[in-house]
Every structure is written in structure tokens, then in C-alpha cells.
């Protein structure tokens, strides 16, 4: 793992963080749903993911791979409530993934745009540009209309989606505070954000009741060559979306990483409607996804236009930054 400054962003490095992130995070919802399908412990999955992460950065540290600083207890604390809303995010969407089809799960989480433009403008960032709003406003109204065809409503699933929606709105405007505030890499953010997280999720296994029957149904299991396979998968995966959303915030914008999500998942709804299980088409599937992707391009305008406008940084401002 390369550990370059974040400050010294590009345009090349901007369009490879968000191009990895929308891949990494289409690929992982149906690994996540693949490996659900078969092992119904998403809390345990979850800890094995953030497991791996952990003692991947720390071996990467170790062998001189990666230049990530060492824990700090004072920076540790500040990241605490980045690590608690991201767990909680990744928590619900995981609950939902087990009720909801893969087509409305992403509708429902298109939602993340609107919360995070909203949560912007009380935190102090400023009202975006008249484009901005009308483009995030499209692409939310976009998911609604898809949202509403959905004959196979499942109330707590519904319920778990939206909740996640909250968390992922709040621990990605956190991420982009601390990315700029502090001064801190994609792979330091990522590394504190798994080494909370453990005994959060320890603590979590234990009063849902996963433990110890998830770990007895894993031994079960892993006589199976697919199932060990695909697990796999999820952790090397899991490491993967949690660098690149993180590189992606820092590089660019908590809105424009989700914005990045809303594009991706308009492939993703497409496949989930013919992958694992299914759905049957609707006409509003089809109208909201339509409105959705013209929303996600007039964002995209929008931004390259309100960048064209801004005139260039100097590198005096960056070092002071870096400060």
C-alpha cells in the first residue's frame, strides 16, 4: 500500500478514487448478498471484515509497505464516532440485504445524496449551487419512483436501509472533516475506523446472540469450497471498499462519494434484476432508474462547472493546510 499525501490530489488521482470506489462498492453488494444467501451472520461477517483490514494495515506497517503512523489515543478518540457510524451503516445495510432485493435496497440508499447535501448546509459548508441541489433533488425523486413499484415490500428491511442511510450520511461528512482537518491519509482513517470497530462489534455479536452459533455454523461450512471461496472474496472485498470510500471522500467530497454510489448502483440495480434470486420489471423501476442516471450526469456537470470556475490553489495554501 502506497501511503501518498491526500493533499496532493490530481485529477487523475479524483477520477481513480471515485472510479474504484464505484466498482469496489457494486462488487460488494452482491458478495455481501451472495455470502447472506448462504450465512445469515451479518454482525460476525462484519467483524471478520473489519478483522482482516486491521491486520493487513498492520502487517502492511510492519514491512514498510505503508508509512501510516502509529495509534495515537487522542486522534483515536476524535475518529471514535467515524467508526461507530460507519459500523452502524454497514450493520443495517447488511440487516436489509437479508429482506430486501438488491434493486431496492440501492434505491433506498440513492437517498444518501439528498441526506448528505442536507446535512452540509446545517453543518456550516454553505447552500451548493442551484445545479448541485436540482441534480441531487432529481436523483432522490428518481429512487422514490423505483422504490414504489417494489411488489415484495418488506417493512424491516425497509427500515433497516433507511437507518442505514442516516449513518452513512453522517459518518461520511465526519470522514471528509477529518480528512481535512487533521491532516490524515485514506489508510490512517481506515486503519483507526477497523481497530474501533472491533470491540463495538464483539459487543454486538454477543447481545443479537450471533455468538457463539455463527462460529459453529462457519466450522460447519467450511468443508465447502464455494462458500470459504466467496467468504474470502468478502473480506479482500470489504478491505478494498473501505480504502477506496475513504481515498474517495478525502480526494473529493463526501457528496461526490455518493454521488459516485447513486451512478454505480443504477449497474448494480440492472444486475440484481437477473442475479441471485431476481426481480420482476416494472415499468417504474425502469421511469425512476431514467430520472435517477439523468440526475446523477446533471451532478456531474455541475460540479465539473463549479470546479472550471474556481481558480487554481496555490501550494503555499496547500502547505498551510498540511499545517
Known amino acids: 500500500m502506497e501511503n501518498r499525501s491526500d493533499a496532493e490530489t490530481t ?16 462488487a460488494m453488494v452482491f458478495i455481501n448478498k451472495a455470502v447472506l444467501m448462504q450465512y445469515a451472520n451479518s454482525m460476525t ?11 493487513l494495515i498492520l502487517f502492511s506497517r510492519g514491512m514498510g509497505y505503508t508509512k501510516a503512523r502509529g495509534v495515537d489515543m487522542a486522534t483515536a478518540k476524535k475518529l471514535f464516532p467515524v467508526s461507530v ?53 432529481l436523483t432522490a425523486a ?28 453522517m459518518y ?13 491519509s485514506s489508510i490512517e482513517i481506515m486503519f483507526y475506523n477497523s481497530f474501533l470497530s472491533l470491540p463495538f462489534l464483539l459487543f454486538l455479536i454477543i447481545i443479537t446472540g450471533e ?66 434470486g431476481g426481480v420482476p420489471v416494472h415499468g417504474l423501476n425502469v421511469t425512476g432508474l431514467v430520472i435517477n442516471t439523468a440526475g446523477g450526469v446533471w451532478y456531474s456537470y455541475a460540479k465539473y462547472q463549479q470546479k472550471k470556475s474556481k481558480p487554481p490553489k496555490l501550494m503555499s495554501d496547500l502547505e498551510a493546510h498540511r499545517k
Do not use: H
Open 11 to 26: 485529477p487523475f488521482l479524483s477520477l481513480f478514487a471515485a472510479l474504484s470506489y464505484g466498482i469496489a462498492s457494486m
Open 45 to 55: 461477517l462484519l467483524t471478520f471484515q473489519q478483522l482482516a483490514t486491521t491486520l
Open 85 to 137: 457510524f460507519y459500523n452502524a451503516n454497514v450493520a443495517f445495510a447488511l440487516a436489509s440485504l437479508k429482506g430486501v432485493n438488491i434493486p431496492m435496497y440501492i434505491a433506498i440508499k440513492r437517498l444518501t445524496p439528498l441526506a448528505v447535501l442536507v446535512a452540509g448546509i446545517f453543518s456550516g459548508k454553505g447552500k451548493p449551487t442551484t445545479q448541485v441541489i436540482l441534480s441531487v433533488v
Open 142 to 169: 428518481g429512487c422514490i419512483i423505483a422504490g414504489i413499484g417494489d411488489f415484495s415490500f418488506d417493512l424491516f428491511g425497509y427500515s433497516m436501509a433507511l437507518t442505514s442511510v442516516f449513518f452513512q450520511t
Open 172 to 184: 461520511l461528512v465526519l470522514v471528509e472533516k477529518s480528512g481535512a482537518e487533521d491532516g490524515l
Open 211 to 276: 455468538f457463539p452459533y455463527s462460529l459453529s455454523l462457519l466450522f460447519a461450512k467450511s468443508n465447502s469450497f464455494s462458500f470459504l471461496a466467496i467468504l474470502l472474496l468478502s473480506l479482500v472485498m470489504g478491505i478494498a471498499l473501505n480504502f477506496t470510500m475513504f481515498l474517495c471522500t478525502i480526494v473529493n467530497s463526501a457528496l461526490t462519494t455518493t454521488i459516485v454510489g447513486v451512478l454505480k448502483g443504477v449497474g448494480s440495480t440492472t444486475l440484481g434484476f437477473f442475479l441471485l
